[in-house]
């Protein structure tokens, strides 16, 4: 059973950083793609970055250069790096998997069949 724990939330000023880390365990082959999304209390989940088996990544326009993923497959972790952090990125954040999929990673939260609890992240102004 494949399992996503996510840390690192916190609450913190505008401009700051946090780095958020997602422990994953249960599979035998890492997943062809992982992802983190957030969701805002009121909205939808929407996709935040993805990043695929081999490395290449993806990400919404409201954080290309601010937010960076990683993945340490050795550690089975998915880091999320966010950084010149906005009143707007305010949200909980979860860690996501798909095991088997093919083509792009896609960012839509359907795709996902494995997901942490999530963990808050707050940005006050």
């Not at 365990?25 to 992982?34: A, Q």
Request: with cysteine; net charge positive; proline share 4%.
């Amino acid at each position: 059973q494949v399992q996503l724990v996510e840390s690192g939330g916190g609450s913190v000023q505008a401009g700051g950083s946090l780095r958020l880390s997602c422990a994953a365990s249960g599979y035998t082959y890492p997943p062809n793609c992982m992802a983190w999304f957030r969701q805002a209390a009121g909205k939808e989940r929407e996709g935040v970055a993805v990043i695929n088996r081999a490395g290449s990544s993806s990400y919404a326009d409201s954080v290309k250069g601010r937010f960076t993923i990683s993945k340490d497959n050795a550690k089975n972790a998915l880091y999320l790096q966010m950084n010149s952090l906005k009143p707007e990125d305010t949200a909980m954040y979860y860690c996501a998997a798909v095991l088997v999929f093919r083509g792009y990673c896609p960012s839509e939260p359907s795709k996902y069949n494995y997901w942490g609890q999530g963990t808050q992240v707050t940005v006050s102004s």
